[in-house]
């Protein structure tokens, strides 16, 4: 029994719904109704009913409620206090994504001179593990793109800098001698992109709708390498902000390319509760 499935049980029991216990979590559905028949299975009982467009708590999911919600209250107090232990101030943890390291650095400038005795540690993610990370504690900042701007009350957001974007495509692409380009003239290619949670590909599906295209394709790879491998080889095109083009390398042959008029917001992320010292320095000083 695992932390996050009796979080997701919780969330499950008051929604009665996978869809919006996916949304809350930033995770699919699928993932929700594994985590729920892993619990399931660790408990030996059913916490569900579920019929073709219901979900109901059984009387074992009704009994496990009480004492789940019991289980995360005392987690959060034990949270709470290590929050508040001194020794939690020693480190800043930092999520990124999509960001060229020469971003951090500047971003970060004067930091480490204003808190010597504060360390760094940071972790490459997504856009949506650092908004679960910095929702649960488990990253004190995250520098990130956001590229579908979510609206979570317990997290404070600054936006630092707008930076443009650019489709990348095959040197041998049709589209590889324009001089800018648009979502609308992409229109009937495959768009690809490092893997997500449904809800985040559903975001940029409705992006490129919202811009006139109703034949792309988005399809998911497991990393911005992949991605990158399978355009150089003439598969479709993604998209990618200035601070994002590190990734390409010459070998690849591939061609670059300002979408016209278009930029993606780099933001800063912290939740609304963190008191870290030199949290508040970075995010007063970006402004």
């Known amino acids: 029994m695992k932390i996050q499935q009796i979080s997701y049980f919780v969330t499950l029991a008051r929604t009665l719904s996978f869809t919006k216990t996916a949304e809350v979590h930033f995770i699919s559905q699928t993932a929700v109704s594994q985590q729920i028949r ?8 059913q916490l569900f009913a579920r019929s073709n467009r219901r979900v109901a708590l059984t009387p074992a999911g009704r009994r496990f409620y009480e004492q789940a919600v019991k289980i995360l209250d005392l987690i959060e107090i034990a949270r709470q206090q290590v929050r508040e232990a001194p020794q939690h101030q020693k480190e800043l943890v930092i999520g ?7 971003y951090v650095v500047q971003l970060m400038k004067g930091m480490t001179d204003r808190y010597s005795d504060v360390g760094l540690a940071f972790q490459k993610c997504t856009y949506d593990q650092i908004l679960q990370g910095v929702l649960n504690r488990q990253m004190d900042l995250g520098i990130t793109l956001e590229m579908y701007p979510s609206d979570v009350p317990e997290i404070e957001k600054r936006t630092v800098a707008h930076l443009p974007q650019y489709a990348v495509v095959s040197n041998k692409s049709r589209f590889a001698q324009h001089n800018s380009l648009t979502r609308k003239q992409m229109d009937g290619e495959d768009y690809y992109m490092p893997k997500t949670s449904r809800h985040t590909a559903g975001r940029m599906q409705d992006v490129f709708r919202e811009a006139g295209c109703s034949h792309i394709r988005v399809i998911q790879e497991d990393s911005m390498d992949s991605v990158l491998l399978k355009i150089s080889f003439g598969q479709g095109f993604t998209i990618m902000a200035e601070s994002a083009l590190h990734w390409i390398s010459p070998e690849l042959n591939l061609a670059v390319i300002p979408l016209e008029n278009e930029t993606v917001p780099l933001c800063f992320m912290r939740n609304r ?15």
Do not use: I, M, Y
């Open 38 to 45: 892993l619990l399931e299975e660790d408990l030996g009982a």
């Open 273 to 287: 509760e963190n008191e870290h010292p030199a949290l508040d320095f970075v995010f007063n000083s970006s402004r």
């Open 96 to 102: 990124l994504a999509g960001v060229d390291n020469s």
